[in-house]
């Protein structure tokens, strides 16, 4: 379902757009839906046939998405197995400083080798009332003040439900726009939308190495843009709206971690604006690649950072339980091959 069905449904009802906006301000904040204000109660602002169709419309915006199981992990952060109104799942992951990462796809099209959820090709698209259920979800466990679309799914094949999920997240959600956060491998279509919004959210990219050939080996189903000019179309939406770039860079041994592979980054990204964040790689079983050493990992920090590239260490959330994106979806569909997941 779309944001705007949902609109269309409360207004097919008798409600008008301050009631709509009432309605989605505490859906989105994981609020009963008629929820008023200790001056007014839900009789006084919400016309009849909003009221009578109040318990049916609690159970459609229930079943967008609802807790299949949670994973704590020791970094304070938990990954939330999501299943969706029609039985699929993703993921989604409450992150420590009241951040979460959602996902807009049921799996993924880009096929990146060291990921999981690329494994299983692309299923469906998530709707953008689908997207926002997975915050709305969210809060009901914790504050959620940062979103960040970095689960399962490339989000500029979406694009359309992603922006719309976005545009509300930033206004009715109360998140400030930089602390929204689009998640690409690329996509053109990504660089020509995002400035028309009413809404900007910031960018990543994952760029994952600076040579064209190995990131098209990495990422086979991306755009097969030159990392240059993907680094010059970043640059010039951090400088229109003010927030840096954020790079991601999974770091793989022997494949992108070598000093030839960390002078191009300075090549790319020197005296712009902008942040590399290097993710050791989330080992799998009988996979064929591993994370650096820790003490290589430091090293290449210190590289970059010393020669003027803001370089952060970012460590997927939940590594310590299993729980890279795409690998508790891939369990929980392959229980016979698993153990059950912790349920609350």
């Given at each position: 379902m779309k944001i705007a069905d949902f609109h269309q449904r409360l207004a097919d009802l008798g409600a008008k757009s301050p009631h709509i906006g009432r309605i989605d301000r505490a859906w989105l904040h994981g609020w009963p839906l008629d929820t008023g204000t200790r001056q007014q109660q839900a009789r006084d602002f919400l016309p009849l046939g909003v009221r009578e169709a109040m318990p049916e419309l609690h159970a459609t915006v229930a079943g967008l998405a609802r807790l299949r199981s949670e994973h704590p992990a020791a970094d304070g952060s938990a990954r939330l197995l999501v299943e969706l109104g029609d039985g699929q799942m993703v993921e989604s992951v409450l992150l420590p400083r009241d951040g979460l990462c959602v996902s807009s796809q049921v799996g993924c099209a880009v096929g990146c080798v060291f990921c999981m959820t690329g494994r299983s090709g692309l299923l469906r698209q998530l709707g953008s009332a689908e997207i926002v259920a997975q915050v709305a979800l969210a809060r009901r466990f914790r504050p959620v003040k940062k979103v960040v679309f970095m689960g399962m799914g490339e989000p500029a094949h979406n694009l359309d439900n992603v922006l719309e999920a976005i545009d509300l997240l930033g206004t009715a959600g109360d998140i400030g726009h930089k602390n929204l956060v689009f998640s690409t491998v690329g996509d053109p279509r990504v660089f020509e939308r995002l400035p028309q919004g009413r809404v900007k959210p910031a960018l990543a990219l994952s760029l994952h190495s600076s040579d064209a050939g190995l990131r098209r080996r990495l990422l086979p189903h991306a755009p097969h843009i030159d990392p240059q000019e993907l680094v010059e179309l970043a640059e010039a939406y951090a400088r229109r709206t003010g927030y840096p770039i954020q790079y991601q860079w999974t770091l793989l041994e022997g494949i992108n971690d070598s000093?030839?592979?960390?002078?191009?980054?300075?090549?790319?990204?020197?005296?712009?604006?902008?942040?590399?964040?290097?993710?050791?790689?989330?080992?799998?079983?009988?996979?064929?690649?591993?994370?650096?050493?820790?003490?290589?990992?430091?090293?290449?920090?210190?590289?970059?950072?010393?020669?003027?590239?803001?370089?952060?260490?970012?460590?997927?959330?939940?590594?310590?339980i299993d729980g890279g994106c795409g690998q508790l979806r891939a369990r929980a569909i392959q229980p016979a091959r698993s153990r059950p997941p912790r349920t609350r």
């Open positions: 000093l030839e592979e960390m002078d191009g980054i300075l090549r790319l990204l020197r005296g712009k604006y902008a942040v590399m964040n290097l993710i050791p790689y989330n080992s799998l079983e009988a996979d064929d690649y591993r994370r650096p050493e820790g003490e290589r990992i430091v090293g290449l920090v210190r590289y970059l950072h010393g020669r003027g590239v803001l370089t952060k260490v970012r460590n997927s959330a939940g590594q310590d």
